[in-house]
């Protein structure tokens, strides 16, 4: 597990971007499992909150069909 602090104006999309290389919903609700009260900033951290980064495995790419082929 990883712990950093924001820099002002992180969002956790970006966070968990940035860390894991996925932001979705599994990668979300395991960073705010992981860190209570986090949502309590909103959208847009300030700067210094201490953020634990939860372990995750890599996400498998999604297959795109395309209906018209």
Do not use: C, H
């Not at 999309?13 to 609700?29: C, F, G, P």
């Not at 953020?51 to 297959?63: D, G, M, R, S, Y």
Request: aromatic share 6%; proline share 7%; glycine share 6%.
């Amino acid at each position: 597990m990883t712990t950093l602090r924001s820099r002002d104006g992180d969002t956790i999309s970006n966070i968990l971007w940035i860390t894991l290389k996925r932001n979705d919903d599994e990668a979300e609700e395991a960073l705010f499992e992981l860190n209570p009260g986090l949502e309590q900033y909103g959208p847009v951290l300030p700067a210094g909150v201490v953020i634990e980064i939860p372990t995750l495995p890599e996400k498998a790419a999604e297959k795109v069909i395309n209906i018209w082929d």
